[in-house]
């Protein structure tokens, strides 16, 4: 039987950080952070590569402690109200070969105390990208319906994140699609508990919900004229 990636110390490390948000701590327990954060992630990755590919071969998974798939655990916190320094959760994302960061269409691991997820789809795209979805889901809405109503998605997923409080500029009110029109973000998510995190079948768990997305993923690649 395979050992799992992580472990109930991943989850106490990561709610510890939450209540002690600052540099002097985290600096004192870096090696904590090595050992239940980043190593298990990067195995986690690594381990996920083949699965990814299997999916598509124009997304990524790589397992580097900068730049690659685990994202950084430093916050950018420039233009935050919120000055505390470090991220208390771990966010891994297998994002398309045409991203660069995570506004990239990607499949998404989310990992905290509170919260564990799986996401696909793309984050606070920009004008362009955004404007490309609505033309295809207005083109296209029978394809975005079959694929966002069928059952097996819908048994897995919602859909999350921002949408406009009126309609889209150049849509009509009406539209019979101004549900979807008004998004800002197309991220659906998949809860997890915390028993699927820590399980040995973590990647067969994962690849499997990420599998139930690929029509998503496909049709958003679709809309911004990328390969999936």
């Not at 809405?141 to 109503?149: D, L, M, R, Y």
């Not at 995190?197 to 994962?206: A, F, H, M």
């Amino acid at each position: 039987m395979s050992t799992p990636f992580y472990s109930q110390q991943t989850f106490d490390f990561l709610q510890q950080l939450s209540e002690n948000n600052n540099r002097a701590w985290f600096n004192e327990r870096k090696s904590q952070y090595e050992e239940f954060v980043r190593l298990p992630s990067l195995d986690f990755i690594d381990a996920m590569e083949p699965n990814i590919k299997n999916l598509s071969s124009r997304f990524t998974a790589v397992a580097k402690k900068t730049g690659g798939s685990l994202m950084r655990v430093y916050r950018d916190a420039r233009f935050s109200n919120d000055k505390t320094p470090y991220k208390t959760n771990i966010g891994i994302q297998f994002r398309h070969l045409a991203g660069k960061d995570v506004h990239a269409p990607g499949f998404y691991l989310h990992i905290s105390p509170n919260d564990c997820f799986v996401g696909a789809g793309i984050w606070r795209p920009d004008g362009k990208s955004l404007n490309q979805i609505r033309e295809m889901i207005s083109d296209s809405p029978n394809a975005w319906k079959s694929i966002t109503h069928h059952k097996t998605f819908r048994r897995y997923y919602k859909f999350t994140g921002d949408s406009l409080k009126t309609y889209p500029r150049g849509y009509a009110k009406d539209h019979p699609m101004i549900q979807d029109l008004k998004r800002k973000d197309f991220i659906a998510i998949h809860p997890l508990s915390h028993d699927q995190i820590l399980s040995p079948n973590l990647v067969k768990t994962i690849h499997h919900r990420f599998n139930v997305a690929s029509e998503l993923m496909d049709y958003l690649c679709n809309a911004l004229e990328l390969p999936y």
